[in-house]
T-cell receptor, first 115, second 116 residues
Framework: QKEVEQDPGPLSVPEGAIVSLNCTYS??????FMWYRQYSRKGPELLMY????GNKEDGRFTAQVDKSSKYISLFIRDSQPSDSATYLC???????????????FGKGTKLSVIP | GAGVSQSPRYKVAKRGQDVALRCDPI?????LFWYQQALGQGPEFLTY????????KSGLPSDRFFAERPEGSVSTLKIQRTQQEDSAVYLC??????????????FGSGTQLSVL
């Protein structure tokens, strides 16, 4: 079992829909949680960052972390065709030393928003 | 532009060839990372530099992989005796400070390596 599990989709929704993306993880040391967006043939771009449990909102995007369930979510409201991309969750641990610098990514969920 | 630049954009190698992939981070960025992204997978960590010091190389899959950043700016990832399983997109990322957990990483568009 991988440390971070993410359904690869693909997920197809009509324009204006609410999109829910999620990841589960197994490593209790993960404290920092991120969502990246990756367009085709481009590098990942940071969308949201959350420390520990709780919610964070930025425009149409809301990130939620439930550490007790080891479950994180990203919600996209009023989805647009320009949101069509692969969404990657990423996590890192709080300990120091070798291995602490890296992000552990999920597989990514491919989202298509249909006009 | 002011982003992370990687070259070449595409590289085709015959099995057994050596390859060198280049990363130009954002000017002044202290931290530099290499990640490997196989088709349909998320990026996987390879190595981390803080200025010219390689602080973590725990993700390099074998001794055929070698990375350097001799002057604390441009970095090169070298793969010797390439194998088919090395086929992937190699992503470089940089950030402005020594790595903290909440540092924003800026990724390049990657080098797509195909080993035939």
């Amino acid at each position: 079992q991988k440390e971070v599990e993410q359904d690869p989709g693909p997920l197809s929704v009509p324009e204006g829909a609410i999109v829910s993306l999620n990841c589960t993880y197994s490593n209790s040391a993960f404290q920092y949680f991120m969502w990246y967006r990756q367009y085709s043939r481009k590098g990942p771009e940071l969308l949201m960052y959350t420390y520990s449990s709780g919610n964070k909102e930025d425009g149409r995007f809301t990130a939620q972390v439930d550490k007790s369930s080891k479950y994180i979510s990203l919600f996209i409201r009023d989805s647009q065709p320009s949101d069509s991309a692969t969404y990657l969750c990423a996590m890192s641990a709080a300990y120091s030393g070798a291995g602490s610098y890296q992000l552990t990514f999920g597989k990514g969920t491919k989202l298509s928003v249909i006009p | 532009g002011a982003g992370v630049s990687q070259s070449p954009r595409y590289k085709v190698a015959k099995r057994g060839q050596d390859v060198a992939l280049r990363c130009d981070p954002i000017s002044g960025h202290v931290s530099l990372f290499w990640y490997q992204q196989a088709l349909g997978q998320g990026p996987e960590f390879l190595t981390y530099f803080q200025n010219e010091a390689q602080l973590d190389k725990s993700g390099l899959p074998s001794d055929r992989f070698f990375a350097e950043r001799p002057e604390g700016s441009v970095s090169t990832l070298k793969i010797q005796r390439t194998q088919q399983e090395d086929s992937a997109v190699y992503l470089c990322a940089s950030s402005s400070r020594a790595q903290r957990r909440n540092e924003k990483l800026f990724f390049g568009s990657g080098t797509q390596l195909s080993v035939l």
